[in-house]
């Protein structure tokens, strides 16, 4: 897929730990309208990285600690979070392995996640041309030695800041 021309950064993760911390430190710097895609085989680790995403959200605001189950079967999971400047956010995990079609997602409420809260998405692959250019991907390699190679990719999109500039401080 075009997307993997423009890859800016590769970074090994050598634990499912590693992987969740990963995530963590990921979710620091997202906002309203940010997408994330996960690309990878079954097992690569795609819902260890989303958990960790998730858990420091809602740590960051303060929430319990809960499981975080993939949604597999709903396809898609919301988390709202409280975020000091903007109370009605949500993280919306969505598996979407069993889409049928591309078009199946507007009923599911894609529109509002990705215009309005953060959107990690597992198999984007599934959303054909409906995934919007301004996605992050990491697409996750599993290694021979266990270890995982995340890939990061995502065009810059005008008047966005791009997303290796953003990434900067965690990479
Ligand atoms: N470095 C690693 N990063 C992520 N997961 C790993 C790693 N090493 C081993 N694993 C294991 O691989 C599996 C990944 O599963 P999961 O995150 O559900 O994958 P996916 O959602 O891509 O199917 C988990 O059992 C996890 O413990
Ligand atoms: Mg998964």
């Known amino acids: 897929m075009d997307h993997l021309n423009d890859a800016f950064a590769q970074i090994t993760i050598p634990t499912p730990e590693a992987m969740e ?5 990921l979710s620091t710097l997202l906002k ?6 996960l690309s990878g085989e079954l097992g690569a680790g795609k819902s260890t990285l989303a958990r ?3 858990r420091a ?6 929430q319990p ?8 079967f709903t396809l898609v999971q919301q988390y709202p ?3 000091a400047d903007d109370p009605g956010r949500s993280i919306w ?8 079609s591309p078009d199946e997602i507007h ?16 198999w984007p692959e599934r959303l054909g041309g409906l995934l919007p250019a301004r996605a992050l991907w990491l697409g996750i390699k599993q290694r021979d030695d266990d270890t995982r190679l995340i890939t990061l990719s995502g065009a810059s999109v005008d008047g966005a800041a791009a997303w290796s500039e953003r990434l900067d401080g965690c990479l």
């Open 21 to 25: 911390a990963f995530g963590g430190s």
């Open 32 to 37: 309203e309208g940010d997408i994330i895609a």
């Open 52 to 54: 960790g995403m998730i």
């Open 57 to 62: 959200a809602l740590k960051a605001s303060g």
């Open 65 to 72: 600690d809960e499981d975080i189950p993939s949604p597999t």
């Open 81 to 83: 979070f409280a975020a």
């Open 93 to 100: 995990h969505m598996d979407l392995w069993r889409l049928e």
């Open 107 to 122: 009923e599911l409420g894609f529109e509002e996640a990705i215009s309005r809260h953060i959107s990690v998405i597992e």
